[in-house]
């Protein structure tokens, strides 16, 4: 094989997508397999819609989540420039190239008439394409349309017999995808704006840039046989297709904003790691080796094979991901925790030494994001727990039993000198005992106490971080509480 080179083409049309970074691990996996080249290439010829904004955000989250890429409008390469819009000459150049061949044809149907068209066509429920008014025009006709300042568009000339196919590498697994050409839109190839549209610049782009295999969703099937139809009129080899399935929401559709979260920022800002979340996508569309769900970018890259590719739709699963981002969690030291853990910390919170260490090793066990480092910790940096009384009172205890406990634990606590997890557990044990409680009973209550919640980390370990002084004061605090219920 020669060299393998691969594309992601993003559209830099509001956030950056998760779908894009799907596609781009794909490429990147099997371009790594075969030691080619991954080139980001910007499709922003949709002017309206594309911003630099949204351009350099695809760079940032992309980055983020440990896609790379050896050209791109960023960082240069040989077949620069790799944004479409600085290519606008390069398309103008061919699609003139096709009109001369005879392969393409200036149409100068105003948007009325189009429109009035397609209306027809709904009415007789046939799929809305050109009829092909200016298919046949002479040079002469042409010519007096230009000389009379039309400003046309310029069609492909697609061949009304026949059928045009396609192998896929995923799809069908390489048997032959058919498209009837009757089917098939004489498509728009410039605009009249003199932007090309989407066929005619991918299609441009894909062969200049020496790509030898297009990676993409399977939204894109249908302009398949539209691109081999073009690569034929420009009398080109084209290259080799993957479409890979599409991500879904839950209820099967397509993944939308609506349903889950698409953004990659998204994940970012709410504490996913980046590793988690690239597992998560190759999850999504590869099985690693003896059906293996954690596994490094390393693997996939060593593994990977068009056949360890899903044909079926992958379910976007947030419960999944959760896991899996848990258990990412749970694998970093933690000095690395403390440091990813800095974007979700107020400042100084993380900067307590021995203590931070000691914090952040509890709260790691039950951590699904980084996002919930508050929830697990913010009684630690509070003198005020906002609670209600009843919260202490356990199952089968009163508010008098309950104060009746805390009567004999406070003094019982005052006279620990060893304050660490291993003491406090042991004397809280004894308490249960002499008190005639049950662990599950005493210890809520002593929770709510000093963590203002029936769910925290774990007790002893966060009396231990805390220090006796602000537990006791919790303590006391409590017995206050009660008496004002009682
Ligand atoms: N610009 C298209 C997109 O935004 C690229 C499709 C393709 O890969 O051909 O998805």
């Known amino acids: 094989m020669s060299e393998v080179r691969v594309r992601m083409a993003p559209s830099p049309t509001g956030d950056p997508h998760v779908g894009t970074a799907y596609i781009g691990l794909f490429d990147m996996a099997f371009a790594r397999h075969h030691g080619g080249k991954c080139v980001l290439r910007i499709e922003d010829t949709d002017r309206e819609r594309s911003s630099k904004e949204s351009e350099e955000a695809i760079y940032r989250a992309l980055r983020w989540v440990g896609i790379q890429w050896d050209e791109g409008p960023d960082c240069g390469g040989p077949y620069a420039p790799y944004r479409q819009s600085e290519r606008s000459h390069i398309y103008k150049r061919h699609a003139l190239q096709l009109v001369e061949s005879g392969a393409a044809y200036y149409c100068f149907c105003t948007v009325e008439r189009l429109a009035r068209m397609r209306q027809a066509m709904q009415k007789r429920k046939s799929p809305p394409m050109y009829d092909g008014k200016c298919r046949n025009l002479s040079a002469d006709e042409v010519q007096s349309h230009l000389d009379a300042g039309e400003r046309p568009v310029i069609r492909l000339k697609v061949p009304k017999e026949g059928e045009t196919a396609y192998t896929d590498l995923i799809r069908k697994r390489g048997q032959q995808v058919v498209f009837q050409n009757r089917h098939i839109d004489d498509q728009v190839l410039l605009k009249s704006d003199g932007f090309p549209t989407y066929h005619l610049a991918n299609v441009v782009d894909d062969h200049l840039m020496k790509i030898t295999h297009v990676v993409r969703a399977e939204e894109w099937v249908n302009s398949t046989p539209k691109h081999i139809l073009l690569y034929k009129a420009f009398g080109w080899e084209p290259p080799a297709y993957a479409h890979m399935p599409l991500l879904r929401n839950p209820d099967k559709s397509k993944i939308s904003k609506r349903k889950n979260p698409t953004s990659l920022d998204w994940y970012r800002q709410n504490g996913y790691l980046p590793e988690a979340l690239l597992n998560f996508l190759a999850l999504m569309g590869f099985s690693a080796e003896k059906g293996k769900e954690i596994f490094s970018l390393e693997t996939m890259i060593r593994e990977f094979s068009w056949d360890r590719v899903t044909t079926s739709a992958p379910i976007f699963d947030m419960k999944k991901l959760e896991?899996?981002?848990?258990?990412?969690?749970?694998?970093?030291?933690?000095?690395?925790?403390?440091?990813?853990?800095?974007?979700?910390?107020?400042?100084?919170?993380?900067?307590?030494?021995?203590?931070?260490?000691?914090?952040?090793?509890?709260?790691?066990?039950?951590?699904?994001t980084l996002a919930e480092f508050d929830k697990w910790t913010w009684f630690f940096f509070t003198d005020e727990l906002d609670y209600g009384a009843e919260l202490l009172v356990a199952k089968k205890m009163t508010p008098e039993t309950t104060a009746e406990a805390l009567a004999t634990c406070v003094p019982a606590f005052k006279a620990v000198d060893d304050w660490t997890t291993e003491a406090l557990e042991r004397l809280g044990r004894e308490l249960c005992e002499r008190l005639g409680l049950k662990v599950r009973q005493l210890f809520m209550t002593l929770r709510v106490a000093v963590t203002g919640s029936a769910k925290s980390p774990p007790l002893f370990e966060s009396m231990e971080i805390m220090g006796k002084d602000r537990c006791l004061a919790r303590l006391e605090t409590a017995q206050v509480k009660l008496e004002q219920v009682n």
């Open 323 to 368: 896991w899996l981002n848990g258990t990412y969690i749970r694998q970093l030291s933690i000095d690395e925790l403390i440091e990813r853990l800095r974007p979700f910390a107020s400042v100084g919170q993380l900067d307590q030494g021995e203590k931070t260490a000691k914090m952040v090793a509890i709260i790691q066990e039950r951590m699904k």
